[in-house]
């Protein structure tokens, strides 16, 4: 059984409606208004707004993020509306950053999303990445996958790694900062095309 925490305890930094909205993280011990105004605080990067960003986008702007960056080159395509959740019909042909950022912004008005309707390449990547506190690779091929390791590892951000190919998953924290590896470590050799996650 939960125990209510007066209000006025909770609002440090946070305005009455984001105490009601996150009253659910403000009653965990492990979260709290401390935690609640880290997240806020927080910018996190999404590399790929497919069937990976999109449910972490969505994750993260209920959560109370307060900036999300979302980098992806492609289109919404309607074979994209089976799996790719933050993307609708009425938004086919449009940027897949500007699709998801208004499904993102609609959950959560406050969120502040950029949006970069790039291709991440070794031209923009390091300068992209060190504007972020952590990373989440959600891309579906090797190259980009090298390319946002090498970009957090040198800028020294967190990698959240998350992959899937048919019914397996993969998810996996890289920061060389607290002496572990990171995905390069990991696959020296770049594995072939057949096996990138989808």
């Known amino acids: 059984m939960s125990q209510e925490i007066p209000i006025e305890d909770?609002?440090?930094g946070l305005s009455a409606i984001e105490v009601k909205r996150y009253s659910r993280h403000l009653s965990l011990s492990e979260v709290g208004p401390e935690g609640q105004?880290?997240?806020?605080k927080s910018k996190i990067l999404i590399v790929g707004?497919?069937?990976?960003?999109?449910?972490?986008?969505?994750y993260l702007a209920a959560a109370g993020i307060g900036q999300l960056g979302i980098i992806d080159h492609d289109?919404?395509?309607i074979s994209n509306l089976q799996r790719q959740i933050g993307h609708s019909e009425k938004?086919?042909?449009?940027?897949?950053?500007?699709?998801?950022?208004?499904?993102?912004?609609?959950?959560?008005p406050q969120l502040r999303v950029e949006q970069i309707s790039e291709k991440l390449q070794h031209n923009n990547a390091l300068q992209i990445v060190q504007r972020y506190d952590v990373i989440v690779d959600c891309s579906d091929n090797f190259p980009t996958r090298y390319l946002v390791n090498d970009a957090a590892f040198f800028a020294n951000k967190p990698l959240v790694s998350a992959s899937v190919q048919k019914?397996?998953?993969?998810?996996?924290?890289f920061w060389h900062k607290s002496k572990g590896g990171c995905y390069r470590c990991l696959y020296p050799v770049t594995l072939p095309e057949s096996m990138a996650p989808t």
């Open 91 to 108: 938004n086919i042909g449009l940027p897949k950053t500007k699709s998801l950022a208004e499904t993102l912004t609609n959950i959560n």
């Open 10 to 12: 909770l609002s440090q």
């Open 49 to 58: 707004a497919g069937g990976l960003g999109c449910p972490v986008g969505l």
């Open 167 to 173: 019914f397996q998953g993969q998810l996996t924290v």
């Open 75 to 77: 289109v919404v395509e």
């Open 37 to 40: 105004q880290k997240l806020k």
